[in-house]
C-alpha cells in the first residue's frame, strides 16, 4: 500500500478479512480476501453482498454556473436532472476520446456530486470551471459502502422508509441506524443495489451492523474484485481495464471513442457543446475495434489480455474473464475487430496454457433488459 495517499475507515476490517490493501486510485482497496471469491459473485447474484468502494473519488460541484459546468464537462442533458436524480455519463477530450465516466448526482439546484473512478475526471472538472462562479470540492471523508443483491432492497426496508419506492438512478438523504446518510440506487453489479454515502466516522459502525444484522438473509463481505466477476455478465467496463491506455494501438496515442466502447447511449439525445462534442459525431463510423462478449468453451476462463484469433489472424483480445458457477459457463469482454463483433462469429482464445474454441456474443450476458437492476417495489 506504499503508493496509497487516501485511506478507507474501514482499513482494520479488510486487513481482517486477509487483504492486503492493494493500491487503487489512490486508495488502499481490499482486492483480496482470505475466502472464497466465488461465495461473494454468489451471494451478490442471489442473496446480497456488501463492498467498500470508498476509493470512488467524490467532488461536491456547487455554484450559479455548476450546472454549466456539468454540462461542458459531460455527456448528459443537465436540465433532465432534477435533485434526487442521478445519471451515468462520460467525459471526453478534445478529441472526442473517452477519459473517464462517472454518475452525476444532482443534490439541489446549484449542487451537484459527481463520482467517478481512475480517469481524468477532476482535473476535466478543473479544467471546466475556470472562469466561472462554481466551487469544486474533493471529498475524501465521504465513504461510499456499496450492498448489492436482490435481498438488499428487503434489509433495508425495515431501516429505511421509502426505500422501496426509490427508483433506478435516484437518491435520497435520509437516515440509517440513527446515521446521517445519502443513499443511491446505484451500484456496478448489474444486481439490484445500493450504495451508502455516509461520513469517515460513521462508516464502521455502519459496516459491522449491516453484516451483523443481515447475516441472517445471507449478506457477507465482498472483495473490491468481485465487481470484475459480475460486471463481465453485466457488461461493465473499468478504466484503464478494457481501454487503450492498456492496449494501445500501435503508432496511436490512447484513447477510445465511444462508439468504439459501447458508450454512445451517454450522450443525450440531440446534446452539442461539451467538450469533445464535434470530434465525438464525426468519429461515428470510423471504429478501428468493438467492444463485444466472448463465449469461451469450457470451464477456464480467459487470461487477461489473451490474444484472440480467427483463421489464424489476431481480431482482438480479451481484457477480463469469468468462469460463472452460476451459469456454468466462461465468458469474457474483449476488443474485437469489428467485422468480428458479430453475434456468432468462431474464434479461438489463446491463454498461456492452451488455445480454447470460443464464440462472439453480444453484450450483457445476464439480464439484457436490465429487469433485476430496475424492478419495482
Not at 464537462?73 to 478529441?95: F, H, Q, W
Not at 475524501?140 to 433506478?168: N, T, W
Request: proline share 5%; with cysteine; net charge negative.
Amino acid at each position: 500500500m506504499t503508493a496509497s495517499w487516501r485511506f478507507s475507515a474501514l482499513t482494520d476490517r479488510h486487513r481482517a478479512l486477509g487483504s492486503k490493501l492493494e493500491d487503487w486510485s489512490g486508495m488502499g482497496t481490499a482486492w483480496s480476501y482470505d475466502g472464497d471469491a466465488d461465495a461473494e459473485y454468489v451471494a451478490i447474484r442471489t442473496k446480497a453482498g456488501l463492498m467498500d468502494v470508498s476509493g470512488l473519488k467524490k467532488v461536491h460541484v456547487t455554484g450559479p454556473h455548476a450546472s454549466h459546468l456539468i454540462d461542458l464537462a459531460t455527456t448528459r442533458d443537465v436540465e433532465k436532472i432534477y435533485p434526487g436524480k442521478s445519471a451515468y455519463a462520460c467525459m471526453l477530450n478534445e478529441a472526442g476520446k473517452f477519459t473517464d465516466d462517472c454518475i452525476l448526482y444532482r443534490t439541489g439546484p446549484n449542487s451537484w456530486m459527481v463520482v467517478h473512478g481512475s480517469g481524468t475526471g477532476h482535473e476535466e472538472l478543473t479544467k471546466a470551471a475556470m472562469g466561472r462562479d462554481v466551487s469544486l470540492r474533493f471529498d475524501d471523508d465521504l465513504h461510499d459502502l456499496s450492498l448489492q443483491g436482490p435481498l438488499a432492497v428487503d434489509f433495508l426496508a425495515d431501516r429505511v422508509p421509502g426505500i422501496r419506492d426509490l427508483p433506478y438512478f435516484h437518491h435520497m438523504q435520509t437516515r440509517l441506524f440513527g446515521l446521517p446518510v445519502m443513499i443511491s440506487r446505484t451500484g456496478y453489479t448489474g444486481e439490484r443495489g445500493y450504495e451508502i454515502f455516509c461520513r469517515g466516522q460513521d462508516a464502521p459502525a455502519i459496516w459491522d451492523r449491516i453484516l451483523d444484522e443481515g447475516a441472517s438473509l445471507g449478506i457477507i463481505p465482498c472483495r473490491f474484485t468481485t465487481l470484475d466477476m459480475l460486471r463481465v455478465e453485466s457488461y461493465l467496463l473499468f478504466y484503464p481495464y478494457d481501454n487503450s491506455q492498456k492496449y494501445p494501438f500501435a503508432d496511436e496515442g490512447p484513447g477510445d471513442t465511444l462508439w468504439e466502447l459501447g458508450l454512445d447511449f451517454t450522450v443525450s439525445p440531440g446534446k452539442t457543446g461539451f467538450r469533445g462534442a464535434e470530434e465525438h459525431y464525426r468519429l461515428k463510423g470510423r471504429e478501428r475495434f468493438k467492444i463485444f462478449g466472448v463465449l469461451l468453451e469450457g470451464e477456464a476462463p480467459a487470461d487477461e489480455g489473451a490474444p484472440i484469433f480467427k483463421d489464424g489472424k489476431q481480431v482482438g483480445i480479451a481484457t477480463c474473464g469469468l468462469y460463472s458457477v452460476l451459469a456454468k459457463r466462461s465468458m469474457a469482454i474483449a476488443r474485437l475487430d469489428v467485422d468480428c463483433a458479430v453475434a456468432g462469429t468462431p474464434l479461438e482464445v489463446r491463454n498461456a496454457a492452451g488455445p480454447i474454441k470460443a464464440t462472439a456474443q453480444a453484450l450483457p450476458f445476464d439480464d439484457p433488459k436490465k429487469l433485476k437492476r430496475t424492478a419495482k417495489g
